[in-house]
């Protein structure tokens, strides 16, 4: 009898122990509390770059830097990363809106001491899909990484790509326009990985497969060898020409 109960007293343990488990790891951690920017700073900084700050509630991204055209890693370090901690799988889910001609990024498994997140991280693309190309001059850019026609956006520079990688799919993408708010969803594991919009899963590729690796050596990251070898990392926001508007920022580990 004795043992009977003290192995019903080990197996309650276990699941109870594994239940708590199991609960921490489905919670949603707020990245972002609606007040201020805590947890938050620059990309190799140890401050919040100018053009950040939270009104009524959003934390808010104003660029003077427009045109794309005048846009360099000089002048345009003020990509941000949420430093309290990194994350190696997990489920973010945002809410975003960019001004008309606006673009920015998510990027995930971010390392510090490169010239940007972009030369290390992968990038959940977010960009004004309709009127972007007819705002900037994308035309030289475009030709040095062989994405054609030159003065239009790419499948793989839209909204909810893999940026450079992985295009969305197009025909079931429902983007809201400039100015109105979308939702973004990143699933990330290491057997797969999953970008949704506005609830709507849009692409799902395996990352570091035969396929993944064939496409970083396609040439557009050969001045990148780094570029997406990370396993874990900071969850960051890119700067880039245009408004950013973002909130409720979440993500469970998984």
Same mark, same amino acid.
């Given at each position: 009898m004795k043992n009977f109960l003290y192995i019903?007293? +080990?197996m309650f343990c276990f699941f109870s122990c594994n239940n708590l488990e199991n609960k921490k790891t489905n919670e949603w951690i707020y990245l972002f509390n609606g007040q201020n920017t805590d947890g938050w700073r620059g990309y190799n900084s140890d401050v919040m770059p100018l053009g950040w700050e939270v009104i009524d509630g959003v934390l808010t991204f104003k660029n003077d830097q427009f045109l794309e055209e005048d846009y360099n890693s000089d002048r345009g370090q003020k990509n941000i990363i949420y430093a309290l901690e990194e994350f190696d799988n997990f489920e973010l889910y945002v809410e975003w809106k960019i001004s008309? *001609? *606006? !673009? @920015? *990024?998510i990027f995930y498994h971010i390392k510090e001491g490169y010239a940007s997140p972009a030369s290390v991280a992968p990038e959940y693309q977010i960009i004004d899909d309709e009127n972007y190309a007819s705002m900037h001059d994308i035309v030289s850019y475009n030709k040095s990484v062989g =994405? +054609?026609?030159p003065d239009k956006l790419h499948p793989l520079q839209k909204t909810a790509s893999d940026y450079a990688m992985y295009g969305a799919n197009s025909n079931l993408k429902k983007l809201n326009p400039a100015g109105q708010w979308n939702n973004s969803k990143i699933v990330f594991t290491e057997e797969k990985v999953e970008y #949704?919009?506005? !609830?709507? /899963? +849009? +692409? @799902? =590729?395996?990352? #570091?497969? $035969? $396929?993944w690796n064939e496409k970083k050596n396609s040439g557009k990251w050969d001045n990148a060898p780094d570029y997406g070898k990370f396993k874990k990392g900071f969850i960051g926001f890119q700067d880039h020409p245009g408004d950013? #508007?973002? /909130? !409720?920022? /979440?993500i469970k580990k998984l």
């Open positions: 019903i007293t +080990l008309r *001609g *606006g !673009n @920015s *990024g =994405f +054609l026609p #949704w919009l506005n !609830n709507i /899963k +849009l +692409l @799902s =590729f395996v990352p #570091w497969s $035969e $396929e950013l #508007w973002l /909130k !409720n920022i /979440k």
